[in-house]
């Protein structure tokens, strides 16, 4: 009998420290960290404010949260805050994943019905508190400034305001519902609407966790940014509907990203993919 409890208890004592050395190795909920980080990283994720979407550090790049990732939710208002390495800030990424099922959109007060992902450039990262805005537009930056075409973020930032008809001296990383900026916040809606519509070209499942394939979603963002114009005209509808066709025809044959290989950026994965519609030649 003694042996059968000390059995017990010895068994208790062993999943108790797996447990603990889980928690310590995820950092717990808004950490993602072992509890040496000591620099905070936050911001707000929208195209309306989003409740419950994952938001992690991408140190490999791969759009996708990996163990050891700075990982977090945000809030009920759409917030977040990651607790990183001092070293780590303005040197990764920020991705933010939109859960089907899950995350809120506060434009609705529903659920989104289809999952996608947003980014924002490691470039634009700031370790002030709250000045790291996640959005369509900052994901389209990130793309951008992917191609290597931009020496700056300034000049990445300059190229998407001028294809979207914004007034000089715009700020497309600025929380535009906070500026109660309406153009900026519709054409985020707009954005977010076709990357959602090409989830299921765009991402996999290899368990429960959700897979991104780089190439095609950078082929997406380069269909997106190529057609900006098309989704904040006058007849933003049929813009839509044409952009969202043709992406749903050609991103099935975007080579898919394979193990080894080095991601496409977006303007090689989408170069020569749309025919007659409207293309940038410039990048």
Same mark, same amino acid.
């Given at each position: 009998m003694k042996v059968r409890v000390l059995c017990r208890r010895w068994w208790t004592l062993l999943a108790f420290l797996?447990?603990?050395?889980l928690i310590a190795g995820c950092g717990g909920v808004g950490t993602g960290g072992t509890g040496g980080f000591t620099a905070s990283i936050s911001g707000k994720v929208a195209d309306g404010y989003l409740v419950n979407a994952t938001v992690f550090l991408d140190k490999n790049g791969n759009y996708q949260w990996d163990a050891g990732e700075p990982l977090t939710t945000t809030d009920i208002n759409g917030g977040y805050k990651l607790d990183v390495d001092?070293?780590?800030?303005g040197n990764y990424p920020i991705v933010a994943m939109a859960i089907k099922g899950v995350t809120i959109d506060k434009d609705?007060?529903?659920?989104?019905?289809?999952?996608y992902l947003l980014s924002m450039p490691k470039e634009s990262v700031s370790g002030t508190a709250g000045n790291n805005f996640i959005s369509p537009l900052t994901s389209q930056l990130r793309e951008l400034m992917e191609t290597g075409k931009y020496s700056t973020m300034q000049q990445a930032t300059d190229d998407l305001r001028a294809n979207m008809g914004l007034p000089i001296g715009t700020d497309i990383t600025a929380d535009y519902i906070a500026a109660n900026n309406t153009d900026m916040h519709a054409v985020?809606?707009?954005?977010a609407t076709l990357m959602g519509n090409q989830m299921d070209q765009v991402f996999g499942t290899s368990g429960?966790?959700? /897979? +991104?394939?780089?190439?095609?979603y950078r082929g997406m963002m380069g269909t997106i940014f190529s057609n900006m114009p098309s989704i904040m005209g006058s007849n933003v509808q049929?813009?839509?509907f044409n952009i969202n066709?043709?992406?749903? /025809? +050609?991103l099935p044959n975007?080579?898919?990203t394979r193990m080894g290989q080095p991601y496409q950026n977006m303007s090689s994965a989408f170069r020569g993919m749309l025919g007659g519609m409207n293309t940038r030649t410039n990048w």
């Open positions: 797996a447990l603990a050395a001092p070293a780590d800030v609705t007060n529903q659920t989104v019905a289809n999952s985020a809606q707009n954005m429960s966790t959700i /897979t +991104v394939d780089v190439n095609r049929t813009g839509m066709n043709t992406m749903s /025809t +050609v975007v080579p898919q």
